[in-house]
């Protein structure tokens, strides 16, 4: 079992920057894919960024690469998404996940946060 907790939500200006976090409780941590999805009002959930267990592999959404980066610290169970050059489409509510799978699916994630909102001012 593993509990997720997002932080680091709020509202920002077009061009700001955000870092969420997500911590993670158990002892596994490193066993899983960490990912983030978004989900905008009235739209699907989409994914966003995901990291290896190692950190070691990233892969992105053409939406957001070389403007975000994920990342995690194994140490303290908690896996980030600097934002970077934030876009009103930006906007949504932002999730963490966990999955034993490199993969874009929301399907394959087993366990979720409870999300956190980014605002993004044009």
């Known amino acids: 079992q593993v509990q997720l907790v997002e932080s680091g939500g709020g509202l920002v200006q077009a061009g700001g920057s955000l870092r969420l976090s997500c911590a993670a409780s158990g002892r596994t941590f490193i066993a899983y894919v960490m990912a983030w999805f978004r989900q905008a009002p009235g739209k699907e959930r989409e994914f966003v960024a995901a990291i290896t267990g190692s950190g070691g592999g990233t892969t992105y959404a053409d939406s957001v690469k070389g403007r975000w980066t994920i990342s995690r610290d194994n140490a303290k169970n908690t896996v980030y998404l600097q934002m970077n050059s934030l876009k009103p489409e930006d906007t949504a509510v932002y999730y963490c996940?966990?999955?034993?799978?490199?993969?874009?699916?929301?399907?394959?994630?087993?366990?979720w946060g409870q999300g956190t909102q980014v605002t993004v001012s044009s």
């Open positions: 996940a966990a999955s034993q799978r490199v993969v874009r699916t929301p399907e394959a994630y087993v366990y």
